[in-house]
């Protein structure tokens, strides 16, 4: 059989294909990870990690998909540039470039503005709500309490290990 080689093999069923155990995400759903998520999984935060590393977990066995915004590559790239740290920033560069990255266009800005205007957002977290808005995502995973002001959005503030 010429096309055999080529076909891929049937996916295993998960164990609980539902839902997944971290945030009462479903299989297949879309979310978009904030900066600090990223950060305390990147310096392997002792505090902050746990509560996020399940999220990980379930985007490295392909149960759910991890969008982030480019201001969320850019806040996560600051801090080993601030401190001309190059070798760490490309490390984290090539770590992130593992999940899909959206750049902010035309859409994404307006939806920020308006965010901004309705909710007092400052402008990097709005982009980072827009992004999830308008990408379709299903939930905001954040460690920001400010983004419980925001209305119409999912935001997951982490679990507790």
């Known amino acids: 059989m010429a096309g055999a080689a080529t076909r891929k ?13 971290w945030g009462d995400l479903h299989e297949g759903d879309l979310v978009v990870v904030d900066s600090a998520p990223l950060i305390y999984l990147l310096e392997d935060h002792p505090a902050f990690a746990p509560a996020f590393v399940g999220l990980f977990e379930l985007q490295e066995q392909e149960r759910v998909q991890i969008a982030i915004s480019t201001i969320a590559l850019a806040e996560v790239l600051a801090g080993p540039f601030k401190h001309g740290q190059e070798a760490l920033a490309k490390r984290y560069e090539r770590a992130l ?15 920020a503005a308006r965010l901004r205007a309705s909710t ?10 827009a992004t999830a ?3 379709g ?21 982490g679990e507790a290990p």
């Open 9 to 21: 093999a049937p996916r295993k069923p998960a164990r609980a294909a539902a839902v997944a155990p």
């Open 97 to 111: 470039a593992g999940f899909e990255i959206v750049p902010v266009s035309h859409e994404i800005a307006v939806t």
């Open 120 to 129: 007092g957002l400052r402008l990097p977290d709005a982009l980072q709500a």
């Open 133 to 135: 808005l308008e990408i």
């Open 137 to 157: 995502a299903v939930a905001l995973v954040t460690h920001d309490r400010d983004f419980s002001r925001l209305g119409g959005l999912r935001v997951l503030l």
